[in-house]
């Protein structure tokens, strides 16, 4: 049995999105030749051939599949020059996806462009659906101006890698929603449930959301909280606090579902911890 809180209130959202300015494109052929090509034979084929935005292209995903994201962008962004292909812009989408120091909103904007050249270019569409980051679980988040080691935005997330918690302190988990699809009034409208499980039969009761200060209770292994969400961007940043004051000792997993109430699209992720003396 689950038990369910059901209320509305707006979160904290993020969103990052980036203006890029197109050349114009096409190439389908350099995804199979990229695995053929060396890096040393198309940095000399640049050489010879400085304006060819394709090889630019093909440059980008050498430098990619080779791990190197910094390079991968810098030839990107020289094929921009000439070139305006859903290829082109599927690669950047990747670079900024995988990348630490760009932010991976700004990512969705690339896959977007890539479809809008190209909307049968199969490999940006999963990026364009409904998706939900890992979940980051934190000993503290709070909000902060100032750009230090752990923040992410606005927020300052300090990691938990041990992810086991004193049953006195809240376990904070941060995620990332993108994609959300925007109604006829530019809004975005979706639900969210919490759900705490014990990887043992026992009595998890209380489970407390900082946000709303209210308790459930229980006598079974499963207690979720739900609400729905009302924003403006496609991409949100959100984090919750869950008071395990009165959970059982020992492994449990939390999990986010998103159900994008436009679309319909749901989401989820889980991650395990342990609640420890």
Known sequence: MRYLLSFIFI???AVCLLTSHASAVSTDEMRSQTDTDSLRQLEEAIEH?????DLWVRLGYAYFSAGDLKQAEKAFRNGMRYVNSAALYNGMG????????????NALQYFRRALGIDPTYI????????RISDLELAWQISEKKEIGKFSKGHLEVIPMPTRTYPRDRSIYVYYEIYNLKHNAFGQTRYRVVYTIRSQKKMTLG???SQLVKTITRGEDEEIAIDFEQVG???S??????????????GRHTVSVEITDLESGEKAVKEASFVVAD
Request: with cysteine; glycine share 6%; aromatic share 10%.
């Open 11 to 13: 979160v904290t959202f």
């Open 49 to 53: 051939a400085p304006k060819d935005g």
């Open 94 to 105: 990747l670079v900024f996806m995988y990348s630490k120091t760009h932010h991976k909103y």
């Open 123 to 130: 490999e940006a569409h999963p990026q364009t659906q409904l």
């Open 206 to 208: 209380a489970l407390v």
């Open 232 to 234: 403006k961007g496609s």
């Open 236 to 249: 949100e940043a959100a984090y919750v606090a869950l008071d395990l004051t009165a959970c059982g000792l």
